[in-house]
Every structure is written in C-alpha cells, then in structure tokens.
C-alpha cells in the first residue's frame, strides 16, 4: 500500500515562466526513444523543455539511451532522480502495473506527469492517483490520449459540437490490429495484474478515447468478449454496443487477431457521414465526409476545410500539456476527463464477463469491477490467488 500523502514542495505563483520545463523519462524503451524523446527534442529545440535525466531499472540501458540522446542524468531509482533532479515534467512509459507508484511519487515531488496508457489496470488505482494531484495549478496527471490531438479531430469534434450536420445517430469505432505469439512472450502482456486487460485496454483504448472525445459521455454498454487464438488471461477479442447520453448508438470490436490492420471511428449524422481511417496516427487526409444527397456543394466544402495540416502525435498533445503547466491550468486527458475512457473499458469488461447491460456510473467502490478488471469473474480471474480482488 502507498504512504500516506506528504506535504508537497512549496511552488511560487508562476513556477514556469521564463524558463525551459526540466523534463525526465522513465522508461527507456522503444516508445520513449521514437515518440515521447523526439516530441521532448522538438520543444527543447524551441526553448521549451530540456531533458535533464532518464530512468530504467537497467543501468547499460538507461546509460546507453542518456549517451545516444545526450541527456546528462541517468539513473536507476526513481526516488532518488526525483529528490536531485527536482523536475517539473515526468514522462512515464513503462509497464501499466508500474504507473500508480511512479505517478503518485512524481506527483508528491512536485511534478506535473504524462503516463502513457493503459493509464493504470483499475479505476481504483486512478482514483488513487487523482487524489495526490494538487488543488489548485496542479501538479498533474495527464495520459496519452495522442489521437484527440492534431488538426482533423479539433475540426470535426467542433463540427459535432456545434451539430454542422446534424444529430450524431450510428458509430462504429474499430481496433482491429494483429498480434502473433511472440508478442505475448513478454512477460507482463496479456495478465490482468500487470496490463490490466486485453485489446480493449491496450489497444483499443485509444480510438474509444477518441470516439468519447467527439461524442461526450456514454450511458450505457453491453458486451462479449473471447479467448479465440492466444493464451492469455485477458481476452483477445471483444465487440460492444454503446449508447451514448446525447443518443448516439455505436458498435466497438477490439481485436488483436487481425492480419488486415485498421483504426477506424465513423459516425453517421443526419446530414453526412465522417469517417476516420488509418492504422497509428492520423492526419487531414485520413478524415473523410460524405453529404447526404440534398447538402449543398458549398456547405460541403466547409465541411472538408480541415484547415492546416497537424497530425496527431505526441508533440501535439505535449504542446498542449506545457501551455497548460504555464498557466497553472488542468490539461485535457487528466482528472475526470482523463478517467472515462477507462471507466468505459471496466463496464465493457464486467458486461462481457456477467452478461449484463451496465450503465455509466454503476462500478464503483465497493463493486469487484473497480479493484481489478476481470471483477473475479470464473474462467476470466487469474489462478493467483493474490491477483483476485477481495
């Protein structure tokens, strides 16, 4: 079990102003090195951040990472980094079992955090995390949720918010990726302990994140999930039907048994179809809009402005996070905004796994669903006895 909260540093009024961010990595895997490092490069070439140390529990590994990316720090143990380096920004990318403690020790060290996802295995761990954030400027938590960000979903979730063509009525939202035995050789993936779940919560989450982020808060899913090929715990497939607040239906298959890989979200409104099709990232010409018959050709072409082309990434969504740690102000993929796509993943799962219709607001403390993922459900809890929730 965690400590009990400590006092924090003690932060002036603007803390960052005027100055780069000193930002550090932990974990010094292949994410860090090909998006979380190179969006850091990006805004330390304009005099927004600078990378002042990185941790990995190998020292070859994590000196090796520090010596290719000239970052002068390196270290091993967290704690420590921490209490000498005092950062204002750490970036997190290590297995999800991992990012409750490190979040929560980032935070009462007077760090803002950016976790990559699954943000942690239950809605209890997240719920820990959010209450060790501060109260007023931060710190905070942020996840990556990269596919909110670029110029193609800030055009179309103000096209939907502002109904440009109509009422949202059908989605569908599609992960459908392959996996072969190999990548479940490593030893955290496809165990509830240290994943959290399966496709859905690894994969899927971030085009689920997306559709919420377009569409607003759900109401109520019902699902079915499988064990077709892999020999896991989790599942390897699932599909869902979701209803949303404002009325929308929409359908959700995750899968990590398909060699024709696709990331998809459409949604059907009452005057066009748009539709988002690409595989891990997406620009302008990914997006795509179809009128209905009797939609004038200049409101179409109003429709297809996208504007600049700015891709997803995470350098768009860091961006964002730096304006917001300037301003003392809470960053989008953080707190309550940051937390549906996960509470949406957890009624996906206990639906599957007890065969009924669960409704937004439904798990919460108290309910097995909220500790651990697979709620202790026969056939899907892990054999260990300690990884069964209470």
Same mark, same amino acid.
């Given at each position: 079990?965690?400590?009990?909260?400590?006092?924090?540093?003690?932060?002036?009024?603007?803390?960052?102003? =005027?100055?780069?961010?000193?930002?550090?990595?932990?974990? /010094?895997?292949?994410?860090? %090195?090909?998006?979380?490092?190179?969006?850091?490069? %990006?805004?330390?070439?304009?005099?927004?951040?600078?990378?002042?140390?990185?941790?990995?529990?190998?020292?070859?590994?994590?000196?090796?990472?520090?010596?290719?990316?000239?970052?002068?720090?390196?270290?091993?143990?967290?704690?420590?980094?921490?209490?000498?380096?005092?950062?204002?920004?750490?970036?997190?990318?290590?297995?999800? /079992?991992?990012?409750?403690?490190?979040?929560?020790?980032?935070?009462?060290?007077?760090?803002?955090?950016?976790?990559?996802?699954?943000?942690?295995?239950?809605?209890?761990?997240?719920?820990?995390?959010?209450?060790?954030?501060?109260?007023?400027?931060?710190?905070?938590?942020?996840?990556?949720?990269?596919?909110?960000?670029?110029?193609?979903?800030?055009?179309?979730?103000?096209?939907?918010?502002?109904?440009?063509? &109509?009422?949202?009525?059908?989605?569908?939202?599609? /992960?459908?990726?392959?996996?072969?035995? =190999?990548?479940?050789?490593?030893?955290?993936?496809?165990?509830?302990?240290?994943? &959290? &779940?399966?496709?859905?919560?690894?994969?899927?989450?971030?085009?689920?994140?997306?559709?919420?982020?377009?569409?607003?808060?759900?109401?109520?899913?019902?699902?079915?999930?499988? %064990?077709?090929?892999?020999?896991?715990?989790?599942?390897?497939?699932?599909?869902?039907?979701? %209803?949303?607040?404002?009325?929308?239906?929409?359908?959700?298959?995750?899968?990590?048994?398909?060699?024709?890989?696709?990331?998809?979200?459409?949604?059907?409104?009452?005057?066009?179809?748009?539709?988002? /099709?690409?595989?891990? =990232?997406?620009?302008?010409?990914?997006?795509?809009?179809?009128?209905?018959?009797?939609?004038?050709?200049?409101?179409?072409?109003?429709?297809?402005?996208?504007?600049?082309?700015?891709?997803?990434?995470?350098?768009?969504?860091?961006?964002?996070?730096?304006?917001?740690?300037?301003?003392?102000?809470?960053?989008?993929?953080?707190?309550?905004? &940051?937390?549906?796509?996960?509470?949406?993943?957890?009624?996906?799962?206990?639906?599957?796994?007890?065969?009924?219709?669960?409704?937004?607001?439904?798990? =919460?403390?108290?309910?097995?669903?909220?500790?651990?993922?697979?709620?202790?459900?026969?056939?899907?809890?892990?054999?260990?006895?300690?990884?069964?929730?209470?």
């Amino acid at each position: 079990m965690l400590n009990p909260p400590t006092p924090r540093p003690s932060r002036p009024t603007a803390p960052y102003t =005027g100055r780069p961010l000193r930002a550090v990595v932990v974990g /010094t895997g292949a994410i860090a %090195r090909g998006s979380h490092l190179p969006a850091l490069a %990006r805004l330390a070439e304009e005099g927004e951040t600078e990378v002042v140390a990185a941790v990995d529990i190998d020292a070859d590994t994590v000196a090796a990472f520090c010596a290719g990316a000239r970052i002068p720090h390196a270290y091993t143990d967290l704690d420590r980094m921490l209490a000498e380096r005092r950062p204002d920004l750490v970036t997190i990318r290590t297995p999800p /079992t991992l990012h409750r403690p490190q979040t929560v020790a980032a935070l009462r060290a007077g760090a803002w955090v950016r976790c990559e996802k699954p943000p942690v295995p239950s809605p209890a761990d997240f719920d820990a995390i959010e209450a060790e954030e501060g109260t007023d400027g931060g710190p905070y938590a942020a996840i990556v949720f990269q596919h909110r960000f670029g110029s193609g979903a800030e055009h179309v979730r103000r096209l939907l918010a502002e109904r440009a063509m &109509g009422r949202p009525l059908v989605a569908h939202c599609q /992960t459908t990726w392959y996996r072969d035995g =190999g990548y479940y050789a490593v030893p955290w993936r496809g165990r509830w302990h240290t994943e &959290g &779940g399966g496709p859905a919560m690894g994969h899927g989450i971030h085009q689920m994140d997306l559709l919420l982020d377009l569409l607003g808060p759900w109401s109520e899913v019902h699902a079915m999930a499988a %064990r077709l090929v892999h020999d896991v715990e989790t599942e390897d497939v699932s599909t869902a039907l979701i %209803r949303f607040a404002g009325g929308t239906l929409a359908t959700v298959v995750n899968s990590v048994l398909s060699p024709d890989e696709v990331s998809r979200i459409r949604v059907d409104c009452e005057r066009a179809t748009v539709e988002l /099709t690409h595989l891990y =990232g997406h620009a302008n010409d990914d997006w795509r809009i179809t009128p209905a018959p009797d939609v004038p050709a200049a409101q179409t072409a109003a429709w297809r402005d996208f504007d600049a082309d700015v891709p997803s990434s995470h350098l768009a969504q860091l961006r964002e996070l730096v304006a917001a740690m300037r301003t003392g102000r809470r960053p989008r993929g953080s707190g309550a905004d &940051g937390r549906t796509s996960l509470e949406l993943i957890t009624a996906l799962y206990k639906s599957a796994f007890t065969g009924a219709t669960v409704r937004a607001g439904d798990i =919460g403390p108290g309910d097995p669903y909220y500790t651990a993922l697979h709620g202790g459900a026969p056939g899907w809890a892990p054999a260990t006895a300690e990884e069964v929730p209470a």
